[in-house]
């Protein structure tokens, strides 16, 4: 037996408040993680009932938004017919081959000028209450000039049409608040900065909130540090490069476990080590035997390393991270950090890079949670391969992770080559043995 499952999303607010462009963002967002989507603007459905002639359309919007009793009489004729065509094109697309899979879901985005108008109208149609309520907000400044520029509309007009829109304010007693999300479409922030922020500040809360449960998860060594090293021990300890004391630098060091690891196999090597976090809840949990000779700095590496990286030195041998560039928003970012670390090191990087997402059914379950934290979220800027992922079934805990293709490795690559020699790139861990793609690199003409 079929089952029809409808998500409804309602997206309200104001005239010029950006509803329709950030629902056209949504919708592409959703249809990207592999959702069907259905987007319906109640203003062009109005517009399809009313009719297709413009002049008319303007000369009833002309007389009914100066007449509070006009648009009362014609909001109630209206509105019933548009909901009714709504519940229509739902219908039709959950028949169609958008909706294909055994049991039947659809994500409904309603664009609804002013929901609270119409709530009970929205619930006796479709049988409940939206799931999400994205209120949609601009200032009058940001209105005023939006309206002028897209729909030619005088100061007049936009005053009585925005006064017609004043019973704006959500009602408390009959609306879960924990339903609403407010949406603000202001663009007075740097955008690049703001999603890095965004994205730093949800991995800071996961890691801290759950720096037990994650390090516990963390404890044996992954199969690609134990094979890495074989082939850098040689580089690492090679005769003709004495070496008493190899300095290493561990960035996003997390639980110490690579500092454990290092230790129980290279027990006659005494390394000087500089573990570098931010996430101290996580540090806590090292403990060593060796403990003299390691060294913990807190490094805020994604939001601060441009002035902290001046803070450690260019000194180290070797280099590595893992488990963290999939932590760190945007390509170029990502690109310039990797640059950076060669400088860090006067031999040898050793770098982890995370593709969770590259096998059908890993893509599948990064699409979910994804889907998950946009609908409770109402955040819809993320970028190409970024995802964000739960924990352990945990409700409303979510971390932002970018997956690795074979063409951003690639790109890698190239970047690295131009200074230094690809040693080795391989894959490994997880079941399927190719969770992580590792790169080892050494700089050119290392004297």
């Not at 807190?298 to 893992?322: R, Y």
């Not at 352990?392 to 190239?414: A, G, P, Q, V």
């Amino acid at each position: 037996m079929t089952t029809n499952v409808v998500k409804h999303i309602v997206i309200t607010g104001k005239i010029g408040a950006g509803k329709s462009t950030y629902a056209k963002k949504l919708e592409k967002q959703l249809k990207k993680l592999g959702n069907s989507v259905t987007n319906l603007d109640y203003d062009k459905l109005g517009h399809e009932i009313l009719g297709e002639d413009q002049d008319i359309r303007k000369k009833i919007a002309n007389d009914v938004f100066n007449n509070p009793e006009k648009l009362e009489k014609l909001e109630k004729k209206l509105h019933p017919k548009i909901y009714n065509l709504a519940k229509t094109m739902i219908q039709n697309d959950l028949i169609e081959e958008k909706v294909s899979s055994q049991e039947k879901s659809l994500i409904a985005i309603h664009q609804i000028p002013i929901y609270w108008k119409t709530k009970d109208l929205f619930k006796e149609t479709f049988q409940k209450y939206p799931d999400k309520i994205f209120v949609v907000s601009a200032n009058v400044e940001t209105i005023t000039k939006r309206l002028k520029e897209s729909r030619n509309m005088t100061n007049e007009q936009i005053t009585a049409r925005l006064k017609s829109q004043q019973t704006e304010s959500i009602p408390k007693d009959t609306i879960n608040p924990e339903i609403i999300i407010q949406i603000n479409t202001d663009s007075n922030c740097n955008q690049e900065d703001y999603y890095q922020n965004k994205m730093s500040n949800l991995n800071n809360q996961f890691y801290n909130e759950n720096a037990s449960s994650f390090s516990d998860t963390r404890i044996k060594p992954w199969e690609g540090w134990i094979k890495g090293m074989e082939i850098i021990s040689p580089l690492l300890f090679d005769t003709n490069l004495p070496i008493t004391n190899p300095k290493i630098l561990d960035l996003a060091s997390g639980n110490g476990r690579f500092e454990k690891y290092l230790s129980n196999k290279f027990s006659n090597i005494k390394f000087d080590i500089t573990m570098a976090d931010n996430c101290l809840p996580l540090a806590k949990n090292f403990n060593s035997t060796k403990s003299e000779n390691i060294k913990f700095k807190p490094v805020d590496i994604i939001s601060n390393w441009e002035t902290e990286s001046k803070n450690i030195q260019n000194n180290f041998d070797l280099v590595c991270s893992f488990g963290f560039m999939h932590h760190i928003p945007s390509f170029e970012r990502r690109l310039k950090f990797i640059k950076d670390l060669t400088e860090k090191t006067t031999n040898l990087l050793f770098l982890s890079f995370w593709g969770f997402a590259n096998s059908e059914n890993g893509k599948i379950k990064a699409q979910k949670t994804t889907t998950n934290y946009i609908l409770n979220s109402g955040f819809i800027d993320l970028e190409t391969e970024d995802y964000i992922l739960g924990w352990k079934n945990k409700l409303n805990t979510f971390r932002y992770c970018h997956n690795f293709s074979k063409d951003e490795i690639s790109e890698i690559i190239n970047l690295l080559q131009k200074n230094g020699e690809i040693i080795s790139c391989f894959q490994a861990d997880g079941k399927s043995k190719d969770m992580n793609t590792y790169i080892i690199w050494q700089k050119i003409n290392k004297k």
